[in-house]
């Protein structure tokens, strides 16, 4: 056996790929340098590497507190928690059923309904601002949480409810008809065949909606205006003011702001390969 | 009683129509096989009796109770289908057992029958396992042991092994015969197959373009197709079909075309000669039939009814079968008035002999079309008579 004869890499790849790599990373090393950098002020000096290891401006976001000895950054850190994983279960509960109807039944308005569905998702978002607003607002729902949830889980119905239709599509339909003959309904069908081999698409939608929700500002600034009912973003954002800029505190809350994403998608990544449905069918 | 009654049973979508009138009635305990080349409805026909597909006109009866609007779940009944259709993420033994969970079977119930059929099966060592980790032939018998332990009153294969290899295909297909000697239970088939359509029925019902055919044991579908269709589709290789004209001759009839001259006397085939004569005149004095005969059915003779020129030959060791042409052979002649349902064989004459037989490629051989064992249709492809057996 001789080996097969290894092909020298080409270099022109590298050449662009190289910088578009350094241009990606270099905000994000930035952040952490400022986030270690310490309370004391930043240097303008443009190397992204840490200069000090300071966890000073962690410990200062960390342990804030309002005017009135209250723990803000608990307050904010659970409100962004509740309002994403509230906004988690609302989208994925409704996109779940809403997937499922467009994708086994036959009804007035399905194309017209999955149609309306995308259109949604070609507008910028900040079009629906003002009309959500007046909306929350008669409702009761500024400055709430749920009303927070209600509205991102609505924004990232659409996509969840693309993406699993599309799932839901590459199921055999013999295995409904199967389950439906052993003695299923359509409810029991749905929840103890379709959702189990659904893992790896729930896992992708919910992770979205987590995501979208939990990095989302302008919404989140427009509705909420006690300081104690903000969500993380609208915290960080608020470091860097008009007067006060606080750089470290930015960066470093930036960063506490990223961990349960990167837990999240660590929980989720076996899910999020799929190959549950092999060997049922055929094979 | 677990019958199954098709009256009258109509299937559409839209404008294609899919199942016509068809009426079928599967007696309690009975293995009936449907029929058909790909396409001709039979999936659909068990889809509707399985309560997936709706029925468009007609009845269905399982037992004394019509189904028609019962839902899959309240027919008590089991399907499996070509695909398996197993769930990916329940292993075997949770394959098994769904079907009598939803029914809220006492668990001590559900052990016992998911054990007797993983015996039966040779599943016992396979109840752990994920449908991913097995086999196509042990898929295929989870799929039936699924069915098995609902003890349902009618069970429905969909073209249960038309995924596996040829070798698996026909030890599964024993082990479908043994099951059902064993549970006696009414079973409907549907294959594409005609060796397990014959294998496996008490009644074939043969199936063309939604339209059935012909509904009769085994031997009787083969010994007396109802038509042409039926006559080319079961049997391999196919019943030979040749167009002729009838004319009367001094003791008898003679039969001619397509290079064949075929005489009658009035000692032979009396009930293919009665039918033949029974028929209208055409203006020559000849009549218009098209003569069936299978291959086994013609012989190497000294004298024969056509010269068989040969063209392949390919020995299979217990037979070799013989294709070749007759001289004088009209290669276009056919009656022009056949339905287009009924098709018309018009291939070469096709031959069975014993391996012993020596012909090769180009010989010319004398051929004699054994008396007692012809078949004649009519020119719209409908049997006539016989020669063999009752009429
Ligand atoms: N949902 C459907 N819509 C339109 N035509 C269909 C549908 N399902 C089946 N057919 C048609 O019905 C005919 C019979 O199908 P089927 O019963 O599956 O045939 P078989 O099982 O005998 O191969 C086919 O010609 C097929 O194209
Ligand atoms: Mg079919």
Redesign the interface.
């Known amino acids: 056996m001789t080996p097969p004869p290894t092909a020298r890499p080409a270099l022109w790849p590298h050449l662009l790929l190289v910088p578009v790599t350094v241009a990606t990373l270099y905000p994000v090393l930035y952040v952490i340098k400022l986030a270690f950098s310490g309370t004391g002020g930043v240097s303008a000096s443009p190397w992204p590497f840490p200069t000090a290891a300071s966890l000073d401006a962690f410990a200062a976001v960390v342990q804030r507190t309002d005017a009135d000895g209250r723990w803000i950054f608990g307050a904010q850190f659970g409100n962004s928690l509740v309002v994403a994983t509230a906004a988690t279960a609302i989208g994925i509960t409704l996109s779940c059923s809403a997937a499922y109807a467009f994708a086994r039944f036959d009804f007035p308005g399905r194309r017209f309904g999955m149609i309306a569905f995308l259109a949604t998702q070609m507008f910028p978002g900040i079009l629906t601002m003002i009309p959500l607003y007046v909306l929350m607002q008669r409702l009761g729902l500024l400055d709430s949480m749920l009303g927070l949830a209600l509205v991102y889980s609505t924004t990232s119905v659409p996509f969840c409810t693309w993406t699993l239709k599309g799932w839901f599509d590459t199921l055999?339909k013999?295995?409904e008809?199967?389950?439906?003959?052993?003695?299923?309904?359509r409810l029991?069908v749905f929840t103890?065949?379709i959702l189990?081999?659904s893992a790896p698409a729930v896992a992708v939608t919910a992770l979205f909606s987590f995501m979208t929700a939990w990095n989302e500002f302008v919404l989140a600034y427009t509705f909420l205006s006690d300081e104690a009912a903000w969500t993380l973003p609208v915290q960080i954002r608020a470091f860097v003011g008009d007067k006060d800029v606080q750089w470290a505190l930015f960066a470093s809350s930036s960063l506490i702001a990223s961990l349960p994403v990167i837990a999240l998608f660590y929980a989720l990544e076996k899910h999020l390969v799929g190959g549950?449905?092999?060997?049922?069918?055929?094979? | 009683m677990a019958t199954v009654e098709l009256e009258d049973l109509e299937k559409r979508y839209g404008d294609v129509h899919v199942v016509r009138r068809l009426n079928l009635r599967v007696a309690h305990g009975e293995f009936v096989v449907l029929v058909g080349a790909s396409g001709c409805g039979k999936s659909t026909t068990l889809r509707m009796v399985?309560?997936?597909d709706s029925v468009t006109a007609g009845t269905i009866r399982i037992g004394d109770r019509v189904v028609n609007e019962v839902?899959?779940?309240d027919?008590d009944?089991?399907?499996v289908?070509q695909?398996?259709?197993?769930?990916?993420?329940m292993t075997v033994r949770e394959n098994m057992a769904?079907?009598l969970q939803?029914?809220q079977t006492p668990a001590a119930e559900i052990d016992k029958r998911v054990r007797a059929a993983a015996t039966m099966l040779g599943l016992t060592d396979l109840l752990g396992r994920?449908?991913?980790?097995?086999s196509?032939g042990q898929?295929q018998r989870v799929a039936m042991g699924?069915a098995v332990v609902?003890e349902p009153q009618v069970f429905l294969f969909d073209e249960p092994l038309s995924?596996l290899d040829a070798k698996l295909r026909v030890q599964m297909r024993l082990e479908i015969a043994r099951l059902h000697r064993r549970l006696g239970a009414t079973m409907v088939y549907v294959t594409h197959d005609q060796v397990e359509a014959m294998t496996l029925a008490d009644r074939i019902a043969v199936m063309h373009e939604g339209l059935l055919q012909q509904c009769a044991p085994p031997a009787e579908v083969y010994g007396r197709p109802a038509n042409t269709y039926v006559a080319t589709f079961i049997g391999s290789p196919a019943m030979n079909l040749w167009p002729v004209t009838a004319t009367r001759d001094a003791d008898g009839l003679c039969l001619r075309g397509n290079g064949l001259d075929v005489h009658l006397d009035a000692a032979a085939a009396e009930r293919v000669r009665a039918a033949i004569e029974a028929l209208p005149q055409d203006g020559a004095g000849g009549r218009e039939v098209t003569l069936g005969v299978r291959p086994e059915d013609v012989d190497v003779a000294a004298i024969g009814d056509a010269v068989l020129a040969v063209d392949v030959v390919e020995p299979l060791g217990a037979e070799t079968i013989v294709y070749g042409q007759f001289d004088g052979h009209e290669p276009a002649r056919a009656h022009g008035r056949d339905p287009p349902t009924l098709q018309r064989h018009e291939g070469p004459a096709i031959v069975r002999v014993a391996p012993s037989t020596q012909m090769r490629a180009g010989d010319k051989v004398p051929v004699r079309l054994r008396r007692d064992r012809l078949h004649v249709f009519d020119v719209h492809g409908l049997r006539l008579a016989h020669a063999d057996g009752p009429p």
């Open positions: 055999p013999e295995l008809e199967s389950a439906r003959i052993d003695g299923a309904t029991q103890r065949i189990p081999l549950l449905t092999a060997g049922g069918v055929k094979g | 399985a309560g997936l839902s899959p779940r027919r009944i089991a399907m289908f695909s398996y259709a197993l769930y990916p993420h769904f079907g939803l029914r994920k449908p991913a980790a097995l196509g898929r699924r609902r995924n």
